[in-house]
C-alpha cells in the first residue's frame, strides 16, 4: 500500500533564517506530487505541484521554492522566513495522469510557526 | 477559473440531528468534486468523491453528497449527527487538463462541524 510522509511534524523558526521541508511517498511510482498550505481561516492554498523529476509547477509567487530530486521525493525551501509564512503545510500525491489521477492522498502535514 | 464556496464557516448541529455541509462551485469545464475531513492537527482524509456518473455519492462515516449540475452545487449531508464527526470540512473542485497532467485542488475554505451533545 502507499504511504506518505511528511517532517517535520512540527518546526519553530526565526524570521531570515532557512526552511527545508521534505515529504516523501512509498509504494508508487511517478506519483504527482503538491504542496500545499493552511494558514488559519483561509483554506487551503495550492503551492506547487510536479508531474516528473524536476518538474515543477509554481501556482503562486513568493520567496518559496519547491524541488523533486528523486521521483518520489519533494522538497519545499525557502532562503529566508518571512512571518507570514507560518502555517501548516502539507504534501499530497495523486497518481500518474489517466490512472484515477483526479483523487489526492495527504499526508501528516508541517506546523510552521516563524518568530 | 475554478472556485469553490462554502456556506458558513461554522455549522453546529446537535447529536443524531441531520448534517448538511453546503458547497457550491464553479468551473469552466465539467468538474471533479470531492469532500475532505481533516481532524485537528492531521492531514485530510477523502469522504468522497464525484467524477462521472450517479450523481448521489456515497462516501465514508455514512457521508453522502449529491451532484447538481444545475444548480452547481455538491452539498454534504449525513443522516444523524455523530461526536465524531466534528471536525474540519473541504469541498474541493479539479479537473484534468485534456493535455496531460494533474493540477491541483482548488479548495473552499472549510467549514468547521460543531456536534452539541
Known amino acids: 500500500s502507499q504511504t506518505i510522509h511528511q517532517w517535520p511534524a512540527t518546526l519553530v523558526q526565526p524570521v531570515g533564517s532557512p526552511l527545508s521541508l521534505e515529504c516523501t511517498v512509498e509504494?508508487?511510482?511517478?506519483?504527482?506530487l503538491y504542496w500545499y498550505r493552511q494558514a488559519a481561516g483561509r483554506g487551503l492554498q495550492l503551492l506547487f505541484y510536479?508531474?516528473?523529476?524536476?518538474?515543477i509547477s509554481s501556482e503562486v509567487p513568493q520567496n518559496l521554492s519547491a524541488s523533486r530530486p528523486q521521483d518520489r521525493q519533494f522538497i519545499l525551501s525557502s532562503k529566508k522566513l518571512l512571518l507570514s509564512d507560518s502555517g501548516f503545510y502539507l504534501c499530497?500525491?495523486?497518481?500518474?495522469?489517466?490512472?484515477?489521477?483526479?483523487?489526492?492522498?495527504f499526508g501528516p502535514g508541517t506546523r510552521l510557526t516563524v518568530t | 477559473a475554478q472556485s469553490v464556496t462554502q456556506l458558513g464557516s461554522h455549522v453546529s448541529v446537535s447529536e443524531g440531528a441531520l448534517v448538511l455541509l453546503r458547497c457550491n462551485y464553479s468551473?469552466?469545464?465539467?468538474?471533479?468534486l470531492f469532500w475532505y475531513v481533516q481532524y485537528p492537527n492531521q492531514g485530510l482524509q477523502l469522504l468522497l468523491k464525484?467524477?462521472?456518473?450517479?450523481?448521489l455519492v456515497k462516501g465514508i462515516n455514512g457521508f453522502e453528497a449529491e451532484f447538481k449540475k444545475s444548480e452547481t452545487s455538491f452539498h454534504l449531508t449525513k443522516p444523524s449527527a455523530h461526536m465524531s464527526d466534528a471536525a474540519e470540512y473541504f469541498c474541493?473542485?479539479?479537473?484534468?487538463?485534456?493535455?496531460?497532467?494533474?493540477?491541483?485542488?482548488?479548495f473552499g475554505k472549510g467549514t468547521h462541524l460543531i456536534i452539541q451533545p
Open positions: 509504494g508508487t511510482s511517478n506519483p504527482n
Open positions: 510536479s508531474v516528473g523529476i524536476g518538474q
Open positions: 474541493a473542485v479539479s479537473f484534468l487538463y485534456s493535455g496531460g497532467g494533474a493540477d491541483g485542488l482548488t
Open positions: 464525484y467524477t462521472t456518473g450517479a450523481t
Open positions: 468551473s469552466s469545464v465539467p468538474p471533479y
Open positions: 499530497a500525491w495523486s497518481a500518474p495522469w489517466g490512472r484515477e489521477s483526479d483523487e489526492q492522498y
